[in-house]
C-alpha cells in the first residue's frame, strides 16, 4: 500500500516525471517510423523564404508572405478586391512560404525526434545548418516579424490573423532547445536563435497585429498563446511564461470550451471536426508545453472545463468519425483523423492508455498539406 500510495503522489506532485513511463512505450513503439522520417530529413538541403517571391508583397525578400486561404476573385470583375468563401481554399493564393516554413519544421522535427530516440548527434548537426539559414545567414534569414501574412488582394497588405501561420515554427523551437540541452548550438549561434525570438515575441506582443491575434475568440487566439508559450520557453522569458499560463486559466479555457468539452465556436464554422480537433490539440499543447515549466494546467478547472473533458468529448468521434453528430466540413472531411497530439498529451497527463491506443493506431506522417499546415506537432515524442 506505501509503494502505491508513493507512486501515486509522485505521479500527482511530479507530472512532467510522471510521463516518463510513457515516454520509454512512445520511444519503443515509434521507434522505427521516427529514424525512418529522420532519414528523409537528413536528406534535406535548408531552404527558406528568400527562395520564392510574389509580386503582390508589399514586403521584401527576407519577409514572410502568404494570402488568406478562403479568399477568390470576384467573378463579377476579376480586377475586383477578393471575396471571402469560408472553407474553400484557393489553390492559386500565394503560399509558398508557408510550405517552406512547413517542410522547415518539418525537417526540424523530424531531426530532433531521430536524436531523441538514437542518441546520434549527427541528426541536431544536419538540424544546425537549417536553423542557421533560417535565423543567421544575411542571405537566407526570415525577418521576425509577420507583416504581410494572409494579406488579400485589393483588401489588405497583411492581416494579425495571419499570424497563425509560425505555428510552424513550433517544432523548430522545441529542437532547438533539444539542441542546446545537448551542447550541438555553438554559443554565438545561440545568441542569434535567441535573440530572432526575442524580437519576433517583441513583434507578436506589441504590435496591434499581435495584439489582435492575442483577443481573437476562437483557435487563431489559442495559437497565439501557444507561439508565445512556446517562444518564451525558449528564451527563458518567464513573465511571458507567465502570462500565458493565466491566459489559459482565465480566458482560454473559460470562454472557448462548453460545459460538454466542446469549442462552440469551433462547430460553427465550416469545418467543425478540423478545427474542433486543431483546437484542442492547441490546446493540449499549451499544457504540455508550461507543463514543462512547472504549470500544472492539466489539472485546473474552470467552471467545470478543463482539458480532460476537452479530450473526453472529442476521444469518441476520433475513434469513429461517423458518429459525428454535427455538419461534415466542407473540404479535407477525408483526410482527418491523424495521430492528433491532443491524445497522446492527455495520455501523458491522465495515464488513460485508451488514448495511447488510439494515437497510435492512426496515421503518424500525412502528406496532404492542409492536413499538415493544422498539424503543427508532428513529432511529440519531442514535447515528452
Known amino acids: 500500500m506505501r509503494s502505491f500510495l508513493t507512486l501515486l503522489l509522485f505521479f500527482i506532485l511530479d507530472p512532467?516525471?510522471?510521463q516518463q513511463p510513457l515516454l520509454q512505450q512512445v520511444l519503443k513503439d515509434t521507434r522505427p517510423a521516427v529514424l525512418q522520417r529522420a532519414k528523409w530529413a537528413m536528406q534535406q538541403t535548408p531552404e527558406t523564404i528568400t527562395a520564392y517571391r510574389c509580386d503582390r508583397s508589399a514586403g521584401g525578400k527576407h519577409d514572410f508572405f502568404s494570402e488568406g486561404d478562403y479568399w477568390w476573385p470576384d467573378p463579377v470583375s476579376k480586377d475586383s478586391p477578393y471575396i471571402q468563401r469560408d472553407g474553400q481554399s484557393n489553390p492559386d493564393n500565394f503560399v509558398k512560404h508557408r510550405e517552406v516554413m512547413i517542410r522547415f519544421s518539418r525537417v526540424m522535427g523530424a531531426l530532433a525526434a531521430g536524436y531523441v530516440v538514437s542518441r546520434d548527434k549527427t541528426y541536431l548537426h544536419q538540424a544546425l545548418l537549417h536553423a542557421r539559414a533560417w535565423f543567421r545567414d544575411s542571405d537566407t534569414r526570415m525577418n521576425p516579424h509577420l507583416l504581410y501574412a494572409q494579406a488579400i488582394k485589393g483588401r489588405a497588405t497583411g492581416r494579425g490573423i495571419g499570424i497563425i501561420d509560425t505555428i510552424q515554427l513550433l517544432e523548430v523551437v522545441q529542437a532547438l532547445r533539444i539542441m542546446e540541452k545537448a551542447g550541438m548550438i555553438p554559443a554565438a549561434d545561440?545568441?542569434?536563435f535567441r535573440q530572432w525570438f526575442r524580437d519576433y515575441l517583441?513583434?507578436?506582443?506589441?504590435?496591434?497585429?499581435?495584439k489582435d491575434e492575442m483577443n481573437a475568440k476562437n483557435n487563431h487566439g489559442t495559437c497565439w498563446v501557444m507561439q508565445v508559450a512556446a517562444f518564451a520557453l525558449f528564451v527563458q522569458d518567464r513573465?511571458?511564461?507567465?502570462f500565458c499560463a493565466d491566459r489559459y486559466k482565465n480566458v482560454l479555457l473559460p470562454s472557448q470550451m462548453a460545459e460538454d468539452g466542446s469549442f462552440p465556436l469551433e462547430l460553427k464554422r465550416t469545418k467543425p471536426y478540423g478545427y474542433s480537433l486543431f483546437n484542442l490539440d492547441a490546446m493540449s499543447t499549451v499544457c504540455q508545453l508550461l507543463g514543462s515549466a512547472g504549470y500544472d494546467l492539466w489539472q485546473y478547472t474552470a467552471a467545470g472545463k478543463n482539458m480532460a473533458a476537452g479530450a473526453a468529448f472529442m476521444y469518441p468521434f476520433v475513434?469513429?468519425?461517423?458518429s459525428w453528430p454535427y455538419?461534415?466540413?466542407?473540404m479535407y472531411w477525408e483526410e482527418w483523423p491523424v495521430a492528433h497530439p491532443f491524445l497522446l498529451f492527455n495520455a501523458a497527463a491522465s495515464g488513460n492508455r485508451d488514448y495511447y491506443r488510439l494515437w497510435l493506431s492512426l496515421p503518424h506522417d500525412p502528406q496532404v498539406e492542409e492536413v499538415l499546415r493544422n498539424l503543427p506537432v508532428r513529432n511529440p515524442v519531442i514535447f515528452l
Do not use: F
Open 16 to 18: 512532467v516525471h510522471a
Open 190 to 192: 545561440l545568441v542569434v
Open 202 to 210: 517583441q513583434w507578436l506582443t506589441t504590435h496591434p497585429y499581435g
Open 239 to 242: 513573465q511571458l511564461m507567465d
Open 319 to 322: 475513434k469513429d468519425k461517423r
Open 327 to 330: 455538419a461534415k466540413d466542407v
